[in-house]
């Protein structure tokens, strides 16, 4: 395995290696915890729509302002935490229920920064990476609108 860069952010079509990414942060001797989130395409209930059951997601990134966005986060998490290592991976494409969608990876020498910056990471990632996701049920689609209760879990790190 080739060494990661300790602070690393990826848009990529392709699925993801959830233990090679958690491994790569934490071997250095340093690190004394390690916070990985991983976000899938979850499948509806059978009733939760009343509607077609949803087939995938379709995720759209403008490439390099998504990148950069997110890396803007990661610094600032830096800045908050006393970070060894993060890791920001998301996929865009056509991503089918059970599949990755998201993955967030954070080292730090104590458990609760690495807690804190992966929760950091991921409510900034809801809300203001630039990414429009689509749901497909059936022949339909719908872009699916920002939720209230994501701004709600980020402003509380403002």
């Given at each position: 395995?080739?060494?990661?860069?300790?602070?690393?952010?990826?848009?990529?079509?392709?699925?993801?290696?959830?233990?090679?990414?958690?491994?790569?942060?934490?071997?250095?001797?340093?690190?004394?915890?390690?916070?990985?989130?991983?976000?899938?395409?979850?499948?509806?209930?059978?009733?939760?729509?009343?509607?077609?059951?949803?087939?995938?997601?379709?995720?759209?990134?403008?490439?390099?302002?998504?990148?950069?966005?997110?890396?803007?986060?990661?610094?600032?998490?830096?800045?908050?935490?006393?970070?060894?290592?993060?890791?920001?991976?998301?996929?865009?494409?056509?991503?089918?229920?059970?599949?990755?969608?998201?993955?967030?990876?954070?080292?730090?020498?104590?458990?609760?920064?690495?807690?804190?910056?992966?929760?950091?990471?991921?409510?900034?990632?809801?809300?203001?990476?630039?990414?429009?996701?689509?749901?497909?049920?059936?022949?339909?689609?719908?872009?699916?609108a920002a939720k209230a209760s994501d701004d709600m879990a980020a402003a509380r790190w403002k």
């Open positions: 395995m080739t060494a990661a860069q300790p602070f690393s952010v990826a848009i990529q079509a392709e699925p993801f290696d959830t233990a090679a990414e958690i491994a790569a942060l934490s071997g250095t001797g340093e690190v004394g915890a390690v916070v990985s989130f991983t976000g899938l395409c979850r499948a509806d209930p059978p009733d939760a729509t009343g509607g077609a059951p949803l087939t995938a997601l379709v995720l759209e990134h403008y490439p390099g302002m998504a990148e950069d966005e997110i890396a803007r986060h990661v610094e600032e998490a830096r800045t908050r935490w006393p970070l060894q290592g993060a890791r920001v991976i998301h996929r865009f494409g056509r991503i089918v229920p059970g599949e990755q969608i998201v993955l967030v990876v954070t080292a730090s020498a104590h458990r609760e920064a690495a807690f804190n910056a992966a929760a950091f990471l991921m409510d900034w990632l809801k809300t203001d990476a630039p990414f429009w996701k689509k749901e497909e049920r059936g022949v339909a689609g719908d872009w699916v």
